[in-house]
């Protein structure tokens, strides 16, 4: 190929990444009422992935959390609504351990549902009974919670639902999401409820970092909440908050995708298919390189506990995470998402670029792979090495030599990388390996 046709090539790369960021405006990612500091965007845009927790009386059920009981019998919401919170005793909840695990994770904040539709609260409330402080439980989960997930050095978020399907029931309201047609006395009354309830959980705990706001009635809740706390970062209801999956365009300011492990937010005992460790790595490498969070969701066990299977999933994404933190903590988008199964992120300035090779398989420990990189350019101080690896050694092989290689060439960089580190006894990681590329640059940029 000749040089010609390389530059326009690289061209052509950095033409694509800029027609994807500029297809969606900043303006067109904050939504309306947004007073975020600009400032606490970026910070958490550096902290890039947390730990959303979804968590309500009904668990005891492993039925969806709160939507059972639109449409439902009189009979159903009399004992959802009076019986249920009777049986609801989370005792082995350990905040601890669970701020504990997220951190090994590499998660840098917790979400948790301080009240979802169904209006069950975890805090001691004045507002309604329908709270954690009339079950078996009889304490402040919420600030067990909170303080907790600051003992663990975590920014601390919270999930309020302005809908309240409690109080349509005892207001002798239709249980209904959105279309809510009541009269304006009841309305009045539901927005100082609404208000209320922002105001304590805002007043009781100090200060909250994050609050997500999970629904379209977000106006009192976002007023009150900037009021009660000006400093204070809004997600939903404020910024983009996909859910359930990873956008297909890069772009570069805060946006959140909000990703269950399986196919619930809520626990679910039986009937629900759980993504692989494999899989969520994928996830956040996927959300980081696209310039997102990723907020992962976890539904504790009735009994409080995490269940057995999302604690071996965050183990298996803590391992990961110990060793290509660099790669995930304060980066950005780099000029392309990925080049095939290679995803990129960047540091700030871009100096730096982590390319993520995902669907490892089949490489075997002490074996060399090789990849041209498209996007990437050396300089003359250019380094690059293996997120986890000295790169001087490759135990029980002591004449392999396990240093990274790298040769620019017309059509591109060439690495040559060995996967020289331990990590499991059979000698096979599936999981992504990442290359650190130090003082590079964008292809074709003078």
């Excluded at 379209?216 to 996909?242: E, F, H, N, S, W």
């Excluded at 540091?347 to 498209?374: G, M, P």
Aim: proline share 4%; with cysteine.
């Amino acid at each position: 190929m000749n040089i010609i046709k390389r530059l326009l090539i690289n061209v052509l790369i950095i033409s694509c990444f800029c027609l994807t960021v500029n297809s969606q405006t900043v303006d067109e990612t904050h939504l309306a009422g947004n007073r975020n500091n600009p400032e606490k965007e970026e910070w958490l845009r550096d902290l890039g992935f947390g730990l959303f927790i979804h968590f309500s009386h009904d668990a005891q059920l492993g039925i969806v959390i709160s939507h059972s009981v639109v449409g439902a019998s009189d009979d159903y919401l009399d004992r959802y609504f009076n019986e249920l919170p009777g049986t609801f005793n989370p005792y082995k909840f350990n905040p601890d351990r669970i701020a504990g695990l997220a951190k090994l994770a590499g998660m840098k904040y917790i979400v948790f549902d301080a009240k979802h539709h169904n209006g069950f609260c975890f805090w001691d409330t004045e507002t309604t009974d329908f709270n954690i402080m009339n079950t078996p439980y009889k304490k402040d989960l919420l600030a067990e919670m909170i303080d907790g997930v600051r003992r663990a050095g975590l920014a601390v978020g919270l999930y309020y639902s302005p809908e309240d399907f409690w109080f349509l029931y005892e207001n002798d309201q239709m249980i209904r999401r959105r279309e809510v047609d009541i009269d304006e006395k009841t309305m009045q009354k539901y927005n100082r409820f609404i208000e209320r309830q922002t105001e304590e959980i805002l007043k009781k705990y100090g200060k909250i970092d994050i609050l997500f706001i999970d629904s379209p009635m977000k106006d009192v809740c976002m007023k009150t909440a900037y009021r009660t706390q000006p400093d204070i970062l809004i997600t939903r209801g404020a910024i983009t908050t996909p859910e359930q999956y990873v956008p297909g365009e890069t772009m570069d300011w805060l946006w959140e995708s909000n990703v269950t492990m399986g196919t619930q937010w809520n626990y679910k005992p039986t009937n629900d298919e759980l993504k692989s460790g494999s899989k969520l790595i994928e996830v956040l490498v996927e959300t980081r390189a696209k310039g997102g969070n990723l907020l992962l969701n976890i539904g504790p066990h009735p009994e409080g506990n995490i269940p057995y299977e999302y604690e071996i999933r965050l183990r298996e994404i803590a391992a990961w995470y110990f060793i290509n933190h660099e790669a995930i903590d304060s980066v950005r988008p780099w000029i392309v998402a990925n080049e095939d199964s290679i995803w990129f992120t960047a540091s700030r300035d871009r100096q730096t670029v982590y390319a993520i090779i995902a669907h490892n398989d089949n490489w075997k420990r002490c074996h060399r792979k090789e990849f041209v990189l498209k996007s990437v350019e050396a300089t003359e101080d250019t380094k690059i090495s293996v997120l986890g690896q000295s790169d001087l050694v490759c135990e029980y092989v002591p004449e392999t030599d396990p240093t990274s290689r790298f040769e620019q060439k017309e059509d591109g960089l060439h690495i040559s990388v060995m996967r020289a580190q331990r990590i499991y006894n059979n000698h096979r990681w599936p999981n992504p390996i990442v290359v650190k590329l130090e003082n590079i640059k964008a292809a074709g940029k003078q």
